[in-house]
T-cell receptor, first 115, second 116 residues
Framework: EADIYQTPRYLVIGTGKKITLECSQTMGHDKMYWYQQDPGMELHLIHYSYGVNSTEKGDLSSESTVSRIRTEHFPLTLESARPSHTSQYLC??????????????FGPGTRLLVL | AQTVTQSQPEMSVQEAETVTLSCTYDTSESDYYLFWYKQPPSRQMILVIRQEAYKQQNATENRFSVNFQKAAKSFSLKISDSQLGDAAMYFCAYRSTSSGTYKYIFGTGTRLKVLA
């Protein structure tokens, strides 16, 4: 198992609430990613970071924001949760110093239900 | 833009038999990486196997091997001697080697069922 952690694992929350999904890795990886995945469906990249203080939006439009103040930490925030945000959120990281080192390690995911 | 296509939403295989999962991709690049990831039910996604496009030799990892056909842009995964623990969603993924490109592109996945 990879050393990448996500909390909470499950979250049920009401519409309009602000939430932060936590992701941490202890491998010293530079690159980190957030994916949104509906059950049994494909992964959609919503944010990524290639180092401290660098973040980029992914291919899927998202109302969430991310920050990367420390290498090991890449939290995702929803300012106002809506039922359309109900999904599973996967965090991943890669060492990526060279492309030869590219292997994505995934966290266990956070299952979010917005009522 | 690159795309990855997995045309088999679901596959079944008898325990101890062999199964092949299909993946095709589209790219104008000559060098890239291809991956197969496994996502067991309620468990973390893990890397199964990786192929570097500049290598002609097909990658193998124990019971897992790929058939990489660069000209056809095909990257299938063969699982030999299937085990119950192989049951999972399998995702094919593409990663460019272009400098400054850090994104992975995933296919829609194939759900593999292993029958006892």
């Amino acid at each position: 198992e990879a050393d990448i952690y996500q909390t909470p694992r499950y979250l049920v929350i009401g519409t309009g609430k602000k939430i932060t999904l936590e992701c941490s890795q202890t491998m010293g990886h530079d690159k980190m990613y957030w994916y949104q995945q509906d059950p049994g469906m494909e992964l959609h990249l919503i944010h990524y970071s290639y180092g401290v203080n660098s973040t980029e939006k992914g291919d899927l439009s998202s109302e969430s924001t991310v920050s990367r103040i420390r290498t090991e930490h890449f939290p995702l925030t929803l300012e106002s949760a809506r039922p359309s945000h109900t999904s599973q959120y996967l965090c991943a990281s890669t060492q990526g110093a060279t492309v030869l080192q590219e292997t994505q390690y995934f966290g266990p995911g956070t299952r979010l239900l917005v009522l | 833009a690159q795309t990855v296509t997995q045309s088999q939403p679901e596959m079944s295989v008898q325990e101890a038999e062999t199964v092949t999962l299909s993946c095709t991709y589209d790219t104008s690049e000559s060098d890239y990486y291809l991956f197969w990831y496994k996502q067991p039910p309620s468990r973390q996604m893990i890397l199964v196997i990786r192929q570097e496009a500049y290598k002609q030799q097909n990658a193998t990892e124990n019971r897992f091997s790929v058939n990489f056909q660069k000209a056809a842009k095909s990257f299938s995964l063969k699982i030999s001697d299937s085990q119950l623990g192989d049951a999972a969603m399998y995702f094919c993924a593409y990663r460019s080697t272009s400098s400054g490109t850090y994104k992975y592109i995933f296919g829609t996945g194939t759900r593999l069922k292993v029958l006892a």
